[in-house]
C-alpha cells in the first residue's frame, strides 16, 4: 500500500466527517450528537463502557443504520443521502453499496463463510459483487494473505483454522475492496487470549502502513501504542479525546478516569 498524507498535513481534507450525529432505536437515543473528524491516515481508538454507543456508530459509518439528525461524510460524500431538490433523499440499494466499497468493516464475529476456502471467501466481493476479474481478485488475495501472514492456508476451509488465523482471514476478505477506510468493531474479543496477540499484529502493521482506521477496542494497550488518537465515549456522547498518552495516560474526566481505573 502506498504511504498517505500524515494526520498532521494542514491541507488535507478529513477523510470522515460527523457532524451532530444523533442515532434512536424508537425511543432510546443512543448517539446524542457526534462529532468527529478523522484524517487520512489517521488510526482512531474508540474507547467506552458498554452501551455507551460505540457499534452503533461504527454501523451508522457504514449506513448499516440510518441516523435521525446531523451526517456523516466519508471521502467527501454524505454516506446513506444526498441532496435533490435542496432536500435530503436516502440513496438507492445500488447507491449504499457504492459507498460501501470504500469501507472494509471487521466484526467481533468473523463470520466466514464455511462453505468456502479461504481463497474464495477473500475474492467472493471482489469478484461477485465488485466485478473485478477472477485472476486479479486471485493475485490480490494472495498478497493480502501474504500481508496478514497466512499464505500457506488459502486453500483451508474456515473450521481448519484457529480463531486468531479466521479472524485474520477476516481481515483479508475486508481489505480485498481495497477500502479507504477499515472499521473494527472489537476484533479481539472473541478470542481466546493467546490470539489476541497474532491478531492486533497484524492491525499494527496495517496501521503503520497508513490505513485509516476506526479501532473499537477494549484492549488498552494497543490504543496507547498504535493508535493516533483515543476517543472516550459515555452515554451516546464523546467525553473526551486527544492523544493516547494524554486520555489514557492522564484523563481530565471522571468518566474516563473511571472507566479506566478498571484496567489498572
Ligand atoms: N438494533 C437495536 N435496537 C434497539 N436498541 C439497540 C439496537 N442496537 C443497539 N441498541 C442499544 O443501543 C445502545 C448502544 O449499543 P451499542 O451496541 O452501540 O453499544 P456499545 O458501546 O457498542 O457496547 P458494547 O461495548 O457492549 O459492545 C444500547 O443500549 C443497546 O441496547
Ligand atoms: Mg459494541
Not at 473528524?37 to 467506552?48: N, Q, T
Not at 441516523?67 to 460524500?77: A, H, N, P
Not at 494472495?142 to 474456515?158: F, I, Q, T, W
Not at 498504535?226 to 484523563?251: S, T
Request: glycine content about 8%.
Amino acid at each position: 500500500m502506498t504511504a498517505v498524507s500524515s494526520p498532521s498535513d494542514a491541507n488535507t481534507k478529513p477523510l470522515v466527517q460527523a457532524r451532530n450525529v444523533h442515532k434512536s432505536f424508537d425511543q432510546l437515543e443512543v448517539l446524542k450528537g457526534i462529532d468527529l473528524d478523522i484524517m487520512p491516515g489517521e488510526v482512531v481508538a474508540v474507547l467506552g463502557p458498554s452501551g455507551s454507543g460505540k457499534s452503533t456508530f461504527l454501523r451508522c459509518i457504514n449506513h448499516l443504520e440510518d441516523i435521525q439528525q446531523g451526517y456523516i461524510e466519508v471521502d467527501g460524500e454524505q454516506i446513506g443521502y444526498r441532496v435533490k431538490n435542496d432536500r435530503l433523499e436516502k440513496l438507492s440499494q445500488n447507491g449504499i453499496a457504492r459507498q460501501r466499497r470504500k469501507i472494509g468493516m471487521v466484526f467481533q464475529q468473523f463470520n466466514l463463510y464455511p462453505h468456502m476456502t479461504v481463497l474464495q471467501n477473500i475474492i467472493e466481493a471482489p469478484v461477485g459483487v465488485h466485478r473485478e476479474s477472477r485472476k486479479d481478485a486471485i493475485e490480490n488475495a494472495k498478497r493480502l494473505l501474504e500481508r496478514v501472514g497466512l499464505s500457506e492456508k488459502a486453500n483451508a476451509y474456515p473450521r481448519q483454522l484457529s480463531g486468531g488465523q479466521q479472524q485474520r482471514v477476516a481481515i483479508a476478505r475486508a481489505l480485498a475492496i481495497k477500502p479507504k477506510l477499515m472499521l473494527f468493531d472489537e476484533p479481539t474479543s472473541a478470542l481466546d487470549p493467546e490470539l489476541v496477540g497474532e491478531v492486533l499484529a497484524t492491525m499494527r502493521d496495517l496501521a503503520k502502513q497508513g490505513l485509516t482506521m476506526i479501532v473499537v477496542t477494549h484492549e488498552i494497550s494497543f490504543a496507547r501504542e498504535a493508535a493516533d488518537r483515543v476517543v472516550f465515549m459515555d452515554g451516546g456522547v464523546i467525553v473526551e479525546q486527544g492523544k493516547p498518552q494524554d486520555v489514557i495516560g492522564n484523563p481530565q474526566h471522571p468518566r474516563t478516569q473511571a472507566f479506566l481505573s478498571r484496567f489498572l
